[in-house]
Structure formats: structure tokens, C-alpha cells
């Protein structure tokens, strides 16, 4: 399914989680914004990983469950993988410098955003993560004119 601000798409395994973050590589922007959304083990991580091998990142990509953020530097471009779920304190978010990470060169994805409420900007896109079968549901829904246009340079 899909339309000017929503696609989905089954993923029936791991893999063709891995194929759809490289797939979105091809279609992201930088300074764009993308919420990860999903229960535990939805498979955020692994969708960022498949995004950041699709972008030319060949080294590891590990969950910034400890470290809140891991940054990447790929071709001429940030990656900020944040993930919130063990945030718990606005006055963290000064004290690391996040605010500076959301700006015109970098592409931030965030998991668990919604521990930060009213901290962040409003995302250009959510995907959501939803166990189905013995797969995933990925629906992506686009917030901004930035977050549409990309959305759209998915379709062939
Ligand atoms: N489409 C899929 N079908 C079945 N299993 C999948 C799929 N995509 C990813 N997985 C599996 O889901 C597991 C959890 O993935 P991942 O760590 O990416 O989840 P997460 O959403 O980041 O979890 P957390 O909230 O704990 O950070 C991994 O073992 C991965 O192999
Ligand atoms: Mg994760």
C-alpha cells in the first residue's frame, strides 16, 4: 500500500528488514528526522543497520541501548542512531549537546522518541514495527513536505 504520505510493506524475515533500510537509503535526506517506533525487539536496530549498509557503512552497527547515541559519518553525511529508552532527564539532553545533532547536514533516527517528549522536532517520517506472522508489518507515514517527497522516491 501506498500513497503521498503512507507505505507498508511485509517483512517476512530479518533479511528483507535489512533489504527495506537499504531500499530507504536510496530515498532519505539529510537533515530529516525519523521516529522508530515498535514494542521491543520490532526490529528498529536492524532496520537502521540495513539503512546504514545502504548508505556505504561497512563497519558494525550496534544498538545505542548504553550510549543513547551512536554517530555515524558516511560519504558526506551524519547519521545519528539514538536510542531513548533508558533516557529519563530533560536536563541530559542539554548536558550531551542532542539538540545540536538535528541539524541541515544530518539524518537523525530515533528509537523510543516518545521518552523525549517535547524535546525533539517533529519527525519527517515515523515506521512503525509491528510483529505479524513470524514477520513485520512496516508501516512509513510522512509529517513534512521533506518527509513526502522522500516517501515518494521510494516508488519505482
Ligand atoms: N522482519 C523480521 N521478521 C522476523 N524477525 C525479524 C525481522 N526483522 C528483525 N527481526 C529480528 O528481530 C530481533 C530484534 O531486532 P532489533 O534489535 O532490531 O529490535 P529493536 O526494535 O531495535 O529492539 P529494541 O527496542 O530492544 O532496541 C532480531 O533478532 C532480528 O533478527
Ligand atoms: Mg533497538
Redesign the pocket.
Known amino acids: 500500500m501506498h500513497n503521498d504520505t503512507d507505505f507498508s510493506c511485509f517483512?517476512?524475515?530479518?533479511e528483507?528488514?535489512l533489504a527495506l533500510g537499504a531500499r530507504l537509503a536510496l530515498s532519505v535526506s539529510p537533515a530529516m528526522v525519523i521516529f522508530l517506533e515498535?514494542?521491543?525487539?520490532?526490529?528498529?536496530?536492524?532496520?537502521s543497520r540495513g539503512l546504514l549498509r545502504g548508505l556505504g557503512f561497512a563497519g558494525r552497527v550496534k544498538?545505542p541501548?548504553y550510549t543513547l547515541v551512536e554517530p555515524y559519518t558516511v560519504s558526506n553525511l551524519y547519521l545519528y542512531h539514538f536510542?531513548l529508552?533508558r533516557f529519563n532527564d530533560a536536563s541530559e539532553w542539554e548536558d550531551a549537546g542532542f539538540r545540536d545533532y538535528f541539524n541541515a547536514e544530518s539524518i537523525c533516527l530515533i528509537?523510543?522518541a516518545d521518552k523525549a517528549e517535547g524535546l525533539l522536532p517533529v519527525p519527517d517520517w515515523i515506521i512503525t514495527?509491528t510483529p505479524e506472522h513470524?514477520?513485520?508489518l512496516a508501516h512509513i507515514q510522512a509529517f513534512s513536505e521533506q518527509g513526502r517527497t522522500c516517501l515518494n522516491r521510494l516508488y519505482p
Open positions: 517483512l517476512p524475515d530479518e528483507a528488514t515498535g514494542n521491543l525487539g520490532a526490529g528498529k536496530t536492524t532496520l544498538s541501548t536510542d529508552y528509537e523510543w514495527l513470524d514477520g513485520r
